[in-house]
């Protein structure tokens, strides 16, 4: 992971703006009836209007420009022919590129009427992606990140997905530093000014464990327990950060 300059920053900002109006029009299209193809259309027809191009599509083979993750499936859902049920939880996990840049974001979406259990797990979730954005500045160490995010989630008691975590973006979708969902302050490798990040939990209602479906894309829980997934991309800076990936 390099520190970025500002001219690919200020491309970055615009790549992050473009997906999240794309992420803002999902949540607010997605409904019972669907299909999760519906919803990868939909995110096409956004992005071509911005003028953003897909970086997920083709990606080591993956057939979509938006992975759509309902229920049990942690990430990496492809759209396909999957109904989307009332009392559903969706996650819709996006990239954008734009002149070489690369931003990656996600948000967990409750269709109609959902469970208690269901709504807590996901306002959790992205609780915890907050906490570990606040820690983030130019001398923090990833630890400081991982932790933060362990400490709204483990007294939960929820599963937090080890196989799984965030990452550098920017030149590619997965650059180092690999930025875990559990960990101690303090250690782990140090952040510079410029360098830009994803923080991405993965919580579970039930076991950290996971498995890959035969389409080797769909990761899933073991246990079949319901799962949210979060993410922003974040740029360090000197005095804090700048969350890339917001609705501005």
């Not at 409904?31 to 953003?52: C, F, P, S, V």
């Not at 979730?125 to 983030?136: C, D, E, L, N, Q």
């Not at 973006?169 to 410029?194: C, M, Q, R, T, Y």
Request: net charge negative; with cysteine; proline share 4%.
């Amino acid at each position: 992971m390099r520190p970025k300059t500002q001219e690919e920053i200020a491309n970055m900002r615009i790549a992050g703006g473009m997906l999240a109006q794309v992420l803002h029009v999902l949540k607010n299209s997605i409904q019972a009836g669907m299909t999760t193809q519906d919803l990868d259309y939909i995110a096409r027809d956004e992005l071509k209007k911005l003028g953003g191009n897909a970086p997920f599509l083709g990606y080591q083979g993956f057939p979509a420009t938006l992975c759509v993750s309902v229920n049990e499936e942690v990430v990496h859902g492809i759209p396909g022919d999957r109904i989307i049920q009332n009392g559903d939880i969706v996650g819709l996990d996006y990239g954008v590129e734009y002149n070489g840049m690369i931003t990656d974001s996600a948000i967990t979406v409750g269709v109609g009427s959902i469970s208690p259990e269901n709504q807590k797990l996901i306002e959790l979730t992205k609780k915890s992606m907050m906490a570990g954005i606040r820690t983030v500045k130019a001398g923090a160490h990833i630890g400081d990140i991982s932790a933060a995010v362990e400490a709204v989630l483990k007294p939960a008691g929820y599963g937090i997905v080890e196989d799984l975590a965030g990452h550098g973006v920017g030149d590619s979708l997965h650059e180092e530093p690999w930025i875990p969902n559990f960990g101690k302050a303090g250690k782990g490798p140090v952040l510079e000014s410029g360098m830009t990040i994803c923080i991405e939990p993965m919580a579970t209602l039930g076991s950290k464990k996971v498995r890959i479906a035969k389409d080797r894309w769909t990761v899933s829980t073991k246990d079949y327990s319901y799962s949210a997934h979060f993410e922003h991309t974040v740029l360090v800076t000197e005095k804090g950060h700048e969350i890339l990936t917001q609705l501005q």
